[in-house]
C-alpha cells in the first residue's frame, strides 16, 4: 500500500511561482513512476510531470521551461516546481504514483492563479 499525500497549493498572481509538494508513505519501493496530474473544472485530467524510478522524467508540453519536477528520495517526497503561472494553470493538482500498473492518487491541492 502506498499513501500520497499533497501540499503546498494557494492564491498566486500570474506570474508567480508555487512549490507543491507529495510525500509518499507506505510501500514507496514498489512505486516506478511518481508525478502530478491536474484537473480543471469541466476539463479532463491532464499529465503535468512525471518522473521514473530512472530519473528520467516527462513534461507535458504546456509546462515545458515553467515547471520541474523533483525528488528527495531520502524523504519519500516529489515536488513541483511552478514558475510564470499563468490563470491557465488553476487547477487541482493530483500527486499520482504507479504501482504495479496500479494508480494511486492522493487527495489534491486547489492551484489558483489570479489574472
Known amino acids: 500500500q502506498v499513501q500520497l499525500v499533497e501540499s503546498g497549493g494557494g492564491l498566486v498572481q500570474a506570474g508567480g511561482s508555487l512549490r507543491l509538494s507529495c510525500g509518499a508513505s507506505?510501500?514507496?519501493?514498489?512505486?516506478?513512476?511518481i508525478g502530478w496530474y491536474r484537473q480543471a473544472p469541466g476539463r479532463q485530467r491532464q499529465m503535468v510531470a512525471l518522473?521514473?524510478?530512472?530519473?528520467?522524467?516527462n513534461y507535458a508540453d504546456f509546462v515545458k521551461g515553467r515547471f520541474t519536477i523533483s525528488r528527495d528520495n531520502a524523504k519519500n517526497t516529489v515536488y513541483l516546481q511552478m514558475n510564470s503561472l499563468e490563470p491557465e494553470d488553476t487547477a487541482v493538482y493530483y500527486c499520482?504514483?504507479?504501482?504495479?500498473?496500479?494508480?494511486?492518487w492522493g487527495q489534491g491541492t486547489q492551484v489558483t492563479v489570479s489574472s
Open positions: 518522473i521514473a524510478r530512472s530519473g528520467i522524467r
Open positions: 507506505g510501500s514507496t519501493f514498489s512505486i516506478s513512476q
Open positions: 499520482n504514483a504507479l504501482v504495479q500498473e496500479i494508480n494511486i
